[in-house]
């Protein structure tokens, strides 16, 4: 890559690099779940940061608010309504991206919920829609765009997961599970695209204050999780996604802190073994 905004950045460093960028001016980039939280700031940054961005969510409403503001701000936003869970609604998304614009630069598969509570009692239906919306929607968008940013001869691909993908814990059996995914399917493909163009990372972030814990208490069955109160803001995710746009790596750990939390698993999960059990009764 060798887009002089690029070298400029590594050169002057992060801090004292412009604003708009030229190599990312008017490249399009596709973010899911762009309606809230996470996605919803991603969004806010790219847009700021000169790329045109495509949102895509299920409610309308929220997708043009976000969009509205980006445009208040002189970005460019395009909204795009559907439903990850589904593979018709999905096809149907790349089908119109790329009729529409050939393609993708940037891919951020963020769309995502949860559930909080004892594995036995989660509802099948629930665990089905966090399989269909956290590792479906990412696989297939994925494998999808991946092959179209090859052929382009750029691209960047980032998958929202989360330190408990590393860290197997009570009470999110499933949830952690969809977040490992992400880790192992992002790590092998990282490697497989060693040396090309198309890059591809996963954000392992911590607790985050956004919609996702009422989300997930709202689900049937559902607690509200211990780690609502905590956590770092959706904005400073997304600056940690579009650090790692400008500097890819296979995985980025947000706040960077948790990068510890696979050694905690590895050293003391003999521990949790034993007080995990305790934390939900208690929370329950
Ligand atoms: N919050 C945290 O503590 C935390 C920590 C680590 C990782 N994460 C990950 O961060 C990502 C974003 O979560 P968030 O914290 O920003 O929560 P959020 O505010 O609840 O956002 C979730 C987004 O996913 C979208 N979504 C859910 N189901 C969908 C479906 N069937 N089709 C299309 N879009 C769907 C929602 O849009 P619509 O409802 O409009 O469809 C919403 O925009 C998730 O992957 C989550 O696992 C969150």
């Known amino acids: 890559m060798s887009g002089n905004g690029l070298v400029s950045e590594w050169v002057i460093g992060r801090r004292f690099a412009p604003a708009n960028n030229p190599f990312w001016q008017n490249r399009l980039a596709l973010i899911t779940g762009a309606s809230s939280g996470i996605g919803a700031a991603c969004a806010q940054r790219l847009g700021r940061a000169g790329l045109r961005v495509l949102l895509v969510a299920r409610r309308r409403e929220r997708l043009e608010q976000v969009a509205d503001q980006i445009r208040l701000h002189g970005g460019q936003a395009e909204i795009l309504t559907a439903d990850l869970?589904?593979?018709?609604e999905r096809q149907r998304v790349y089908n119109q991206v790329c009729e529409q614009h050939g393609g993708i630069d940037v891919l951020v598969n963020n769309?995502?919920?949860?559930?909080y509570g004892f594995g036995a009692q989660m509802p099948w239906e629930t665990a089905l829609e966090l399989l269909q919306v956290n590792i479906h929607a990412t696989v297939h968008f994925t494998l999808l765009?991946?092959?179209?940013?090859?052929?382009r001869g750029f691209g960047r691909i980032i998958n929202i997961g989360s330190v408990s993908g590393g860290l197997p814990s009570q009470g999110i059996a499933v949830y952690g599970a969809t977040k490992s995914f992400l880790d192992n399917f992002t790590t092998a493909l990282y490697r497989e695209l060693a040396g090309s163009p198309v890059k591809i990372s996963v954000v392992?972030?911590?607790?985050?204050?956004s919609e996702f814990c009422d989300t997930a208490a709202e689900r049937?069955?559902?607690?509200?999780?211990p780690t609502e109160r905590m956590g770092v803001t959706s904005e400073a995710v997304a600056e940690r996604v579009w650090g790692l746009l400008r500097r890819p790596?296979?995985?980025a750990y947000i706040p960077r802190i948790l990068a510890f939390?696979?050694?905690?698993?590895?050293?003391f999960g003999w521990l949790i073994d034993r007080l995990g059990p305790l934390l939900l009764n208690k929370h329950k």
């Open 220 to 225: 049937p069955g559902g607690l509200h999780l």
């Open 204 to 209: 392992r972030a911590g607790p985050v204050h």
């Open 145 to 151: 765009f991946l092959q179209r940013m090859k052929e």
């Open 261 to 267: 939390t696979p050694w905690v698993e590895a050293g």
């Open 111 to 115: 769309a995502g919920l949860g559930w």
């Open 249 to 251: 790596r296979r995985t």
């Open 85 to 88: 869970s589904q593979d018709t």
